[in-house]
Structures are given as structure tokens and as C-alpha cells.
């Protein structure tokens, strides 16, 4: 299993990381990303990666940051990427419900992150609040870009306009178990373009809900989607993690690589 998405550098984990890294590799996690939001929970995503060889880092600065980032800190994430356990951009992308009231400049941060996705060849890991259309129409500016619209939270119509496109992948959350707008959607993903992830510490699958999430509940997501695709949980497990493998840069040497 791979939980493509998780925020390990949140401080609810600050207790007990070692266990709860532990755990997930217990109940056959293999791959955890930590997700950044801003430079420091970048910087602590990539620390966190270092001290386990199944952890993997995503950089980038959120639309939350739109009105205070600093060119310096574009500096700072295009020099995180050459790191060898940063494995995609993220989580970069359009708010609409609590980001930065001036769409212009959340459009502004979020293209200059593309563009260095297209001058580095890294993935880019998508965050869309109520701004699907407009995620949709700056992407599509840049067809060599790998994309995933991480926590799809879309119905069918939306996915219908991820179908057409190789390069754009989705990955389900725990939403998949307790929203069956998600499931519909999920039901029509395309297979060699899905994944799973937690988004931990937030959106617990059931039987976890209204608990910390953590990755190793990314199994009940899974299992969800088994269901949902009419397959077993062997099957479905290795089509998702060969997803996950061909989307991030998991690299083959490096710091704590397996
Ligand atoms: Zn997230």
C-alpha cells in the first residue's frame, strides 16, 4: 500500500511519529509521503523523510500563501527538489473557500510552481477548494505536466473531465467511504491513473472518522475501493501502488532509499 498524501509534519504528530510510521509499515504501508504547505513544513516534510526509508517528501507552497510568500521562498523549494527522497510539487494549487480573497495572485504562486514543475520534470501534487473550473483551465496550459487532484472530492461530471487527459491522475481519501457522490466518481476513475492517500491527520475513512487519521487507515480507503471497482484487495492494492511508482519520483538511490 502507499499513502500518497499525508501530513506527518502536522504537530498532532509530533508525539508519537515513530509509532505511527511504525503502524502504517505494521499493516503493509510501504510508501507514506509528507505533504508541505509552506517552507518550513517543507523543510520538515524532508526531515521526516530522512529518518525512515519508507518516507517520501512533497514540497510547495499552498494558496494559503499567496498574499505572503517571497521570492526567496520559491528559491528555497526549487533547491528542496534536489533532494533525493522529494518525490512531486505540492500541495499547490486554487482555494476558493478559505484561500486568499484575490484569485490573481493565488493564480500567480500557483503558475510559477508549474512552471518549475515543467523546468524540473517533478509531478505536481493539486489542491482544488471550490475552484475545480479555473484548476482545470490553468492545467491545461501545460499538457507535459504530471498532475494529480489529490483528495478528489468531485462527482462523475468532474471526472469526466480528468478522463481525456494521460497526464492527469486522481487520488482518493477517505471521503471515498463516507460520500457516495465520491464512490460514483471513483466507480468510473480511470484504472491505470488512480491512488489512494489519508491526508492525515484530517479525513479519517470509516471505522476511523472523527479520529486523528493516520496512514496506516489508508487500508479502509483501499478496501472501499476494491468494492467500488469489483475487484480484490490484492488487485486493487497493486494497481494503485503501480500508479503511485510511475506518478513520484520515488528515486532508486539516495538517502535512505530501499
Ligand atoms: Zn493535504
Redesign the pocket.
Known amino acids: 500500500m502507499t499513502d500518497t ?3 506527518l509534519n502536522d504537530p498532532k504528530f509530533s508525539e508519537d511519529l515513530d509509532e505511527v510510521v511504525k503502524r502504517a509499515v505494521d499493516w503493509g504501508v510501504g510508501r507514506i509521503n509528507v ?1 508541505g ?1 509552506d517552507v518550513p513544513s517543507s523543510v520538515r516534510a524532508v526531515e521526516i523523510a530522512e529518518g525512515f526509508p519508507e518516507v517520501w517528501a512533497v514540497v510547495g507552497l499552498h494558496p494559503y500563501e499567496a498574499e505572503r510568500y517571497s521570492d526567496e521562498d520559491l528559491k528555497k523549494l526549487r533547491s528542496l527538489l534536489t533532494h533525493p527522497k522529494v518525490v512531486a510539487i505540492g ?1 499547490i494549487g486554487l482555494d476558493y473557500y478559505r484561500g486568499p480573497a484575490d484569485r490573481r495572485v493565488q493564480r500567480e504562486l500557483f503558475v510559477r510552481q508549474i512552471e518549475m514543475a515543467r523546468e524540473t520534470s517533478f509531478p505536481v501534487v493539486l ?1 482544488v477548494r471550490d475552484s475545480f473550473e479555473d484548476v482545470v483551465s490553468v492545467i491545461s496550459d501545460f499538457p507535459e505536466v504530471r498532475f494529480v487532484f ?2 478528489f472530492s468531485g462527482g462523475e461530471r468532474e471526472m469526466e473531465k480528468v478522463l481525456p487527459q494521460k497526464n492527469w491522475y486522481v487520488s482518493f481519501s477517505g471521503m471515498l467511504t463516507f460520500l457516495a457522490h465520491v464512490r460514483r466518481a471513483a466507480a468510473i476513475a480511470p484504472r491505470d491513473r488512480t491512488f489512494v492517500e489519508t ?1 492525515a491527520p ?1 479525513l479519517a475513512p470509516v471505522p476511523m472518522r472523527g479520529k486523528r487519521n493516520e496512514p496506516a487507515y489508508v487500508k479502509f480507503t483501499l478496501e472501499r475501493l476494491a468494492k467500488v471497482w469489483g475487484m480484490g484487495y490484492a488487485e486493487a492494492e497493486k494497481i494503485t501502488d503501480g500508479n503511485a511508482e510511475r506518478f513520484f519520483l520515488f528515486r532508486k538511490q539516495g538517502i535512505g532509499s530501499t
Open positions: 498524501h499525508s501530513h505533504v504547505y500541495e489542491h489529490h483528495s491526508d484530517y
